[in-house]
């Protein structure tokens, strides 16, 4: 790893000061993804500004949304009482996540900034149209994922928490990949006011995407015999050592049967 | 001595389980690694390597890279070359079907000319931290024109591919052959029917938990050099590196590999860093240290398998099979590792016979030459692939005739009375009872209950296969001048010095090298059982070349049978020597006396010396036969094999498939084995767990894969999948043993049978699971993917398909 200033703010200001002071500066949450890369030599910030002095821990329930703060972690999400009254399928992602490890230290707000294509929470935040709150705004989960690694944030906004409406129910169903135990294909299904909500992880070859047609025949009956017949385009897939195009798709179909039969 | 074949189990003796000695050590985060070893005033190497699979070094510009904070020198192929330094040179020499000798490269330490493979090293880098030599790495401006590249066999070997080197034509290693051509096409022109199969045996990383790491330390005053590496056998490091690379006799080089965390064959090899840190160091008089990380160990550890073959077996009308003939393409990779050209031939068509009387083989292999990592032994080398294509080919047989997989396989053991059993393609086995571990193997697996389980599995959607293998494999190698006479540039003996001390404690110092293997536990019962002293006093030594007199290291499960060997020899002297003593002590003559349970007796009376109080005699020795006997009491063997040893057994795998996803999921796994001579079940049960795991996981997971430019697509963890413990089974492990008959222990081996074993039984019965597909053959891995799209052809041809793959 590259030599850089280690900066770690106490509040959320100082933190964006530092940032945005800086344009090759860069946010450390968990580090289970920024670490690696950095050992790598794959990226060489000036600055790392270490967000684990900023409070930025905790679920609560606000009315009728779960609100996780951004270094909240998976295993925090995963054993909380409160996700698991509210939402299950959430606690049930989070506990999916890699391994023990990677889930005592990754954060829902790294992996969320992230935007890794085969990450499993993106999937529950689009299915769930969860909104991203930021220490400059609020952001709707369509307008924040910009395909692969990419997403609305600038480089000096931080992700401070993340509220997702409580739906009536809902599941996530991973097939990981067999190697990095990431989502090869991960489906977050969802029953919600504004009708049935389908997300795909993993599979698609420009990030997270909603499933219209799946979505379409759920909101005719909340059934996976539903989605029988509905295919999954291969030219949205992407294929690689692991899965090709076509087996994705198929993937896909099998994952949200899944999902939708699982759903509480 | 103790009667071996005496079923009394002493306590820590041979056939107890006491806990492993070393573990206390591993398990507490105490183990002393080579890189916990640092040096006074040591420098850090970094190598500097191609991440082009195939190019000409244009040049390389050092002078910013030597100008970084922290520099100590860069080196690079001219410099070597300049040195006059070798190239590291492999150990094993073929000769091709015309009587040529193989295409034997040169294998440079640092690039000279043109780079090979992504991760061929072009410079050493030796600074004051690793990360300043890795930013003066950055820093160096080297022009590489590149050039094709062939990645796989077939496309190295098609006409007008790109040359890895210009020597080797067609990029052909060498064409050899073995057994008798004319009488296998004679057998076939009488066949009643022909199975025929087409195999790949995958590419595999080994993955050793531990990488690889070297020191380099050089004592001006002396004239020694150290070198510290992750070796399996350091006595032939130091020969190799010694005699061939450095040109630094033994007497002045000394080569330590201290705690080793896993080998499985990647650390046998002699690899050019071990010879570049230690250079550096002599010449920079300062200890210099490499660390291998996860990635570069991906692109430079040698790689395992890489087979391609097609093979036929005729059979007569009763299934008896008459002949054998099998066509191999084995990966050599960009350079010849040290035991490469041995791993398809001797240590793999060697054994086509399996065990089978198939009166008639013949075999033959095309090493090739491509752009790709080196290609070596791991955990089995050359047996499983003979067992995998030799299973599945049975199997074959077997539907070609209409016979039963079980049937077919007992009609054609090799009897029991056969034994000592020559083969048509040069081994002799010596023992073995296929039929026994067949049996038992059936019986713990319910073999002939599986149809019911098969149907309840329909009922839930799954598909539910077995399969089984039944194998053998040839392993403590080696006899020497057997092995010499098939290309071995080394003797394959082992060594063992016991040295008894004064008051009856015991060091054995041995050629062997554990890592992981567990020899402190198993050696110490050996001799403690031998010798009647207690287990805990007796210390095993290994991994030094300035403390043990000579070794050849551990792989090819030769530890115990050739290591536990030369241990059994030199207690027959200590104990020749001890009853002189005790002759003298007790006035009788020394044909009157007899050692058991470590006590030295005249025969026919109660009068008797303990073990202890012949030692302290030998070394204080004031009432001794001085004019016969020397004092003290230590001797040191060399035991050279007879043979190879026969391990063997069966193997029997339950599967389901989901047929929506072609997810296989292991249901259960029996492996029954034949390794002659127990010393300790709980350690071979361990050796079977984890063979067992590896076999496992080339027959369901792991691939190593390049793209055509050669680059590799499963470059890292994040790829490659290694089996974790949701990919496996509790393993019922039992053994069906016959002694070896060769050896004074009676031990064949076990480090390599579980992963000899299985991969064909896991196959076997995934074939099995899809037999409604008419499915005769899926190659490994037998991922998801690759079943989901046999089962989604099937389904889309509205008909079961006839192969697949
Ligand atoms: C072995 C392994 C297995 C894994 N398996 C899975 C899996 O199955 N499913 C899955 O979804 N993920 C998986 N992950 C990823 C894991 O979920 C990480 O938590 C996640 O990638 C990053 O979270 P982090 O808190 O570690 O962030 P870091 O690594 O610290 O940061 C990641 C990036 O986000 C930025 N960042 C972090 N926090 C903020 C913030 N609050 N605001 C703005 N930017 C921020 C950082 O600057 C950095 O660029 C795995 C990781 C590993 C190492």
């Known amino acids: 790893m590259y030599d850089f200033e280690y900066h770690k703010p106490g509040a959320i200001d100082d933190a964006v000061k530092a940032l945005g002071a800086d344009a090759e500066a860069k946010a450390l949450a968990g580090g289970m993804t920024f670490i690696p890369v950095l050992k790598q030599r794959l990226a060489k910030p000036s600055a790392v500004v270490d967000l684990a002095g900023l409070g930025l821990t905790g679920i609560r329930r606000e009315g009728n949304a779960l609100v996780i703060k951004a270094m909240t972690t998976h295993r925090e999400v995963a054993m909380s009482s409160e996700v698991a009254s509210a939402i299950p399928a959430l606690a049930e992602l989070a506990s999916n996540i890699g391994d023990r490890q990677v889930r005592y230290r990754g954060t829902i707000g790294g992996s969320l900034a992230n935007n890794d294509p085969s990450a499993c929470y993106p999937s529950a935040v689009l299915a769930l149209g969860a909104t991203i709150v930021t220490s400059r705004r609020r952001i709707a989960a369509a307008d924040y994922f910009q395909g692969m690694f990419t997403t609305a944030l600038e480089p000096d906004e931080l992700i401070t928490e993340v509220s997702f409406p409580i739906p009536e129910k809902a599941a996530y169903a991973k097939f990981p990949n067999p190697a990095s135990r990431y989502a090869m294909v991960g489906v977050f299904v969802a029953k919600t006011a504004a009708g049935a909500r389908v997300a795909v992880t993993g599979a698609g070859n420009d990030g997270v995407f909603r499933h219209a047609a799946m979505e379409a025949a759920l909101d005719q009956s909340f059934t996976a015999d539903a989605l029988k017949d509905v295919t999954t385009p291969e030219s949205l897939m992407n294929g690689d050592i692991h899965a090709g195009t076509a087996y994705r798709a198929h993937l896909v179909g099998v994952m949200a049967r899944r999902a939708v039969m699982a759903c509480k | 001595m103790n009667d071996m074949s005496n079923p009394v189990i002493i306590k820590g003796g041979i056939g107890d389980s006491p806990k492993r000695t070393e573990d206390h050590r591993f398990l507490s985060g105490k183990g002393r690694y080579t890189d916990d070893i640092n040096r006074p005033g040591q420098a850090y190497a970094y190598f500097k390597r191609s991440d082009v699979a195939h190019g000409v070094i244009k040049s390389i510009d050092t002078t910013a890279a030597a100008a970084m904070p922290g520099v100590v020198a860069i080196y690079t192929g001219e410099d070597i070359a300049k040195a006059g330094i070798g190239g590291v040179p492999c150990g094993w020499q073929l000769h091709s079907k015309d009587g040529s000798p193989m295409v034997e490269p040169p294998h440079p330490i640092l690039a000279q000319g043109k780079v090979r493979y992504v991760g061929d090293a072009i410079a050493m880098v030796i600074a004051e931290t690793t990360e300043q030599a890795k930013d003066a790495a950055e820093a160096l401006v080297i022009d590489i024109e590149t050039l094709p590249a062939v990645s796989e066999m077939r496309a190295a070997t098609a006409p007008g591919a790109a040359l890895v080197h210009d020597a080797a034509a067609g990029n052909i290693c060498f064409d050899w052959h073995i057994g008798d051509k004319a009488a296998v096409d004679a057998a076939f022109a009488t066949a009643f029917k022909i199975a025929k199969i087409d195999v790949v045996n995958n590419r595999l990383i080994p993955n050793p938990m531990e990488p690889r790491a070297a020191i380099g330390d050089f004592d001006q005053s002396s004239g020694e050099h150290t070198l510290y590496t992750t070796s399996q056998n350091p006595h032939v490091i130091r020969l190799l590196m010694g005699a061939f690379v450095l040109q630094i006799p033994e007497h002045k080089l000394r080569v330590v590999a201290p705690d080793v965390g896993g080998g499985f064959g990647a650390k046998i090899f002699h690899y050019i860093e071990e010879a570049a ?529």
């Open chain 2, 277 to 805: 840190v230690t250079w550096a160091a002599a010449k920079l008089n300062r200890p210099v240290k490499w660390t291998c990380e996860r990635g570069e160990a991906f692109i430079t550890d040698a790689h395992g398998r890489d087979h391609i073959t097609h093979a036929e077996l005729a059979m007569a009308e009763d299934g008896k099979f008459l002949g054998l003939r099998v066509n191999t393409m084995a990966n050599m990779g960009a350079y010849l590792s040290t035991f490469a050209p041995s791993v398809p031939t001797y240590l793999s068509a060697t054994l086509l016979a399996g065990v089978y009387t198939t009166p008639a083989i013949y075999g033959e292999v095309k090493a090739i030459f491509t752009n790709t990592v080196p290609v070596d032994a791991y955990r089995g080398a050359g047996r499983p692939e003979t067992t995998f294509l030799l299973e599945r080919l049975v199997d074959v047989a077997a539907k070609e005739m209409g016979m039963d997989r079980v049937a077919i396989r007992r009609r054609n053991f090799i009897p029991i009375d056969a034994y000592p059993y020559q083969t048509p393609v040069a081994l002799m086995y010596d023992s073995g009872n296929h039929e026994a571990t067949l049996a038992r193997c059936m019986e713990i697996a319910d073999w002939n209950g599986f149809e019911a389980r098969r149907a309840a599995a329909a009922q839930r959607g799954k598909l539910r296969g077995i399969g089984m293998s039944t194998y053998l494999e040839a392993c403590g190698i080696a006899p020497s001048a057997v092995a010499g006479a098939l290309g071995a540039r080394a003797g394959l003996y082992e060594v063992a010095n016991v040295r008894v001390h004064p008051t009856g404690s015991v060091t054995v110092f041995t050629g062997t090298h554990s890592h992981g293997q567990g020899h402190e536990t198993t050696f110490a019962q050996l001799v403690a059982d031998q010798l009647g002293v207690p287990f805990e006093s007796v210390e095993v030594v290994h991994g030094d070349t300035a403390k043990i007199p000579f070794g050849m290291g551990t792989y090819g499960s030769r530890s115990l049978a050739v290591g536990g060997s030369a241990m059994v020899k030199a207690m027959d002297k200590i104990i020749a020597k001890g009853k002189k003593i005790a002759a003298h002590l007790m006035e009788a003559a020394v044909d009157d006396i007899e050692f058991k349970d470590g006590k030295f007796t005249v025969t026919g009376t109660d009068k008797s010396k303990s073990f202890a109080e012949i030692a302290i005699t030998a070394y204080v020795p004031h009432n001794y036969p001085i004019e016969e006997v020397e004092p003290g009491l230590d001797e040191t063997a060399f035991y050279d094999p007879k043979n190879f040893t026969y391990p063997g057994g069966c193997h029997i795998c339950e599967v389901e498939i989901d047929p929506e996803t072609g997810v296989v999921q292991l249901i259960a796994f029996t492996a029954v084995d034949d390794i002659g001579r127990v010393i300790n079940p709980m350690i071979v049960h361990g050796q079977v767990h984890g063979g067992v795991t590896q076999g496992i996981g080339q027959a369901l997971l792991e691939h190593a894969i390049y793209d055509e430019t050669g680059q590799l697509l499963s470059g890292s963890l994040m790829d490659y999948t290694m089996p974790r413990a949701d990919n496996i089974v509790n393993i019922h492990v039992g053994t069906e043993s016959t002694m070896c008959t060769h050896n004074p222990l009676g031990a064949k081996g076990v480090g390599e049978v579980g992963a000899i074993g299985s991969p064909p039984a896991v196959i076997n019965a995934v074939v099995d699971a899809l037999r409604d597909y008419g499915v005769t053959h899926v190659d490994m891995p037998a991922t998801a993917q690759k079943i989901w799209s046999i089962i989604n052809a099937g389904i889309n041809a509205g008909a079961p398909r006839m192969a697949a793959e």
